[in-house]
């Protein structure tokens, strides 16, 4: 194995408990990679473990919808990736990255969700014949939505939408799967219920990584869904994924960190909010209302704007018949 990457060397320290401190996001920050589709370029963060860190904005025609984060690993008998991307487009220019980086071939495609940000790319990797796979409950979302969330895709990228269609993982797992390659032990697990059906983690034991996919945030505020369980995600979040017991996260969206500062901005921002909206039941509160409890100590993070009304109101409606 070769030494660790300078940058590696100084994001260890970053990410050690003494220095954990939110890193550097914002939506304005314009493309930093304007030569490829991707928002970013890949960056080696430990040894052999490489991701394109999206945008925290909204998928737009101008980060290509490129807004989350997409890795791979070198194993030194095949690549396995962890996102097919938003779109074709999006998927040949990070695989256009891994060639430029190793010879070895893509082996192996994970999607962490059945969210479009994670599936739409997945036509371009089976035209190169790699097996992609994904959990059952996100097969399933992908082929009850995927038409829909291709036309939104369709809608917002335009012309960079070229050659994208909706190709559902040819393998599927349930609570979990080992896989072997080359020198590196990867589990792909389903640790239960937390931001969306299907949500999955590639755990990386050897190395005390996990490719957390959207179970942990901590640049950006955590979008709830409509019918999401917030006190679901709480235990799925502070039992088996803290158990793990992961030196480095590398989140949906966002810079890889450790688990002190996923645990801050994911779990702890929805106790806080789950005991917001509580006391505003417990006071009589309404839906019209709930909109507007104090979630101030939540205002640095990105997206706060499009989705901290939303999150409160689908927080009171699932707290309203607990």
């Not at 493309?31 to 960056?43: A, R």
């Not at 080696?44 to 991701?51: D, G, L, M, T, W």
């Not at 509160?285 to 993070?301: C, E, K, M």
Request: charged letters at 20%; a negative charge.
């Amino acid at each position: 194995m070769k030494p660790i990457h300078a940058a590696a060397a100084a994001l260890a320290l970053a990410l050690s408990p003494a220095f954990a401190m939110p890193a550097l996001a914002s939506e304005d920050i314009a493309d930093q990679y304007p030569q490829s589709e991707l928002y970013s370029k890949p960056v080696e963060f430990i040894p052999h473990v490489f991701s394109a860190i999206g945008a925290t904005a909204p998928p737009t025609y101008e980060n290509s919808g490129h807004n989350n984060n997409l890795s791979f690993v070198i194993t030194g008998d095949g690549v396995l990736v962890v996102n097919g991307g938003a779109s074709y487009r999006l998927a040949k220019a990070l695989h256009d990255e891994i060639k430029s980086i190793t010879d070895q071939p893509v082996k192996l495609v994970v999607n962490e969700n059945g969210q479009g940000h994670a599936f739409l790319g997945n036509s371009y990797w089976a035209e190169q014949g790699v097996d992609i796979l994904a959990h059952v409950d996100a097969i399933h979302e992908i082929e009850e939505e995927g038409d829909f969330v291709l036309q939104g895709m369709q809608g917002y990228n335009r012309d960079k939408a070229e050659g994208s269609s909706v190709v559902v993982p040819n393998l599927s797992f349930e609570d979990s799967t080992t896989i072997e390659m080359g020198d590196v032990t990867f589990e792909v697990l389903h640790l239960g219920p937390a931001h969306g059906p299907g949500d999955t983690q590639v755990w990386i034991p050897q190395w005390g990584i996990v490719i957390a996919g959207d179970i942990a945030f901590h640049e950006r505020m955590p979008p709830i869904f409509a019918g999401s369980c917030t006190k679901c995600w709480i235990e799925t979040f502070d039992g088996p994924f803290t158990d793990l017991g992961a030196t480095y996260v590398i989140p949906g969206h966002g810079h890889p960190t450790n688990m002190a500062q996923v645990t801050r901005y994911t779990s702890d921002y929805l106790k806080d909010l789950r005991a917001k909206i509580g006391e505003h039941l417990d006071n009589g509160g309404n839906l019209a209302d709930a909109y507007y409890v104090d979630q101030s100590n939540w205002a640095h993070l990105d997206t706060f704007e499009e989705l901290a009304t939303k999150n409160a109101g689908r927080v009171f409606e699932e707290m309203e018949w607990e």
